[in-house]
């Protein structure tokens, strides 16, 4: 298995500009979820989804779009970027019924300037 | 309020057992105990959990006392590869909004040769 996985790994966005991050697992989870480490802090959450179809805001949703139209795949929308959104973007997916256990892809690390 | 307390940071010699401890003094009774680790610039990584019980899996051991006020991580045989920074973090083992991993600033371990 290829676990989670995401791309790109870098990007450099100016002012204004969108982009989608993607993020896809395969390991038939149903739980996936969307976080942002800013330097030397902990991890945030953006979204989650408890499955295909349903999505939910977390603790920090502003300036972001998520859809999950499939088990695997659960794409991060920035619209009209701002500097405050300049930070490492985690994806991570569980499995409810076996602890709930996190598994996090490597990250995208974004720069908005 | 921060739920648990670690030490900022420990040094450990290579090969020998790290033992990394996390105070939780207000961990409820359907809370579970969980460990990630961070290694530098990549996605956290689940290492373990618990609820009242030791547990033993191929990456490490979780001793929880028996109030279940506190814990420790035991890595067995650190190497120089386990240099990261661990997070204790107490939640319910739900997913959705119940699976926010809330990452304090976590034990940063060194492991020298």
């Known amino acids: 298995n290829a676990g989670v996985t995401q791309t790109p790994k870098f990007r450099i966005l100016k002012i204004g500009q969108s982009m989608t991050l993607q993020c896809a697992q395969d390991?038939?989870?149903?739980?996936m979820y969307w976080y942002r480490q800013d330097p030397g802090m902990g991890l945030k959450l953006i979204y989650y989804?408890?499955?295909?179809?349903?999505?939910d805001k977390g603790e920090v949703p502003n300036g972001y779009n998520v859809s999950r139209s499939t088990t695997e795949d659960f794409p991060l929308r920035l619209e009209l970027a701002a500097p405050s959104q300049t930070s490492v973007y985690f994806c991570?997916?569980?499995?409810?019924?076996?602890?709930?256990?996190?598994?996090f892809g490597p990250g995208t690390r974004l720069t908005v300037t | 309020d921060a739920k648990t307390t670690q030490p900022t940071s420990m040094d450990c010699a290579e090969g020998r057992a790290a033992n990394l401890p996390c105070n939780h003094s207000?961990?409820?009774?359907?809370?579970?105990v969980y460990w990630y680790r961070q290694i530098h610039s990549q996605g956290p990584q689940y290492i373990i959990h618990?609820?009242?019980n030791n547990e033993t899996n191929e990456m490490a051991s979780l001793i929880i006392t028996e109030d279940r006020k506190s814990s420790t991580l035991i890595l067995p045989h650190a190497t120089l590869r386990d240099t990261a920074v661990y997070y204790c973090?107490?939640?319910?083992?739900?997913?959705?909004?119940?699976?926010?991993?809330?990452f304090g600033k976590g034990t940063k371990l060194s492991v020298k040769p």
């Open positions: 991570a997916s569980s499995y409810l019924l076996r602890g709930n256990e996190q598994y």
């Open positions: 989804s408890v499955g295909a179809g349903i999505t």
């Open positions: 390991m038939n989870h149903n739980y």
């Open positions: 207000t961990i409820s009774g359907n809370e579970y």
């Open positions: 618990g609820l009242k």
């Open positions: 973090i107490v939640r319910v083992a739900g997913g959705g909004s119940q699976g926010n991993l809330i």
